[in-house]
């Protein structure tokens, strides 16, 4: 059984999967091309009140909490 969270959940530190992007059509399509794509991994760098730093793949993105909460995460 595989535990879902957004992943505004996750601190520094933390290793998840991505298991999906609930928002509508334009953000989730969006999101999906900036690499949030099911199955792959994600860290979270940096968070605080006004951004979260994200490592996907080889890249860091910087996303503004209520754009991060569309990002779920799981974990087995």
Known sequence: MTT???LTFMQAGERKQVVGVRCDAPARER?????FRKGVEVHI???D???YT???EDQQ???V????S???VGEE
């Not at 999101?31 to 690499?35: F, N, P």
């Open 61 to 63: 993105i910087r996303l």
């Open 65 to 68: 909490p209520w754009i991060a």
């Open 54 to 56: 994200v490592g996907l």
């Open 70 to 72: 569309y990002i779920y």
């Open 45 to 47: 760098v940096e968070a």
């Open 31 to 35: 999101l999906i091309e900036m690499g």
């Open 49 to 51: 009140e006004t951004a």
């Open 4 to 6: 879902e969270f957004p």
